[in-house]
């Protein structure tokens, strides 16, 4: 986690993130015209799995639109993902080694 913040603060990507898809369905979730995205001239509504946009929508709505709380929601999920995979390597194996690798 420390090593993922410091480079988004040394690379500036904490304070200007690149976005993607995901922003715009969040920003239609927002807007109240619900989970949609456009490309090419054509409007997709169910272009990807839905946990993911209305989270950023989620973040944006508690933040008035905040990318880097955004960033840092994503970081602290990444940390809690390793997490969770020791943990299950953990009980999976029932060696300590295999948690730790």
Request: a neutral charge.
């Amino acid at each position: 986690m420390v090593v993922r913040l410091g480079y988004g603060v040394w690379s500036g990507r904490l304070w200007q993130p690149e976005t993607w898809e995901y922003e715009r369905m969040a920003n239609h979730l927002l807007s109240g015209d619900g989970f949609v995205f456009e490309h090419m001239n054509t409007i997709y509504r169910s272009y990807a799995e839905p946990l993911y946009p209305f989270l950023v929508a989620g973040v944006y709505a508690v933040t008035q639109h905040s990318q880097w709380t955004l960033v840092l929601v994503q970081i602290a999920l990444s940390a809690v993902t390793a997490l969770v995979a020791v943990q299950c390597a953990s009980r999976l194996t029932q060696d300590p080694r295999v948690a730790a690798l």
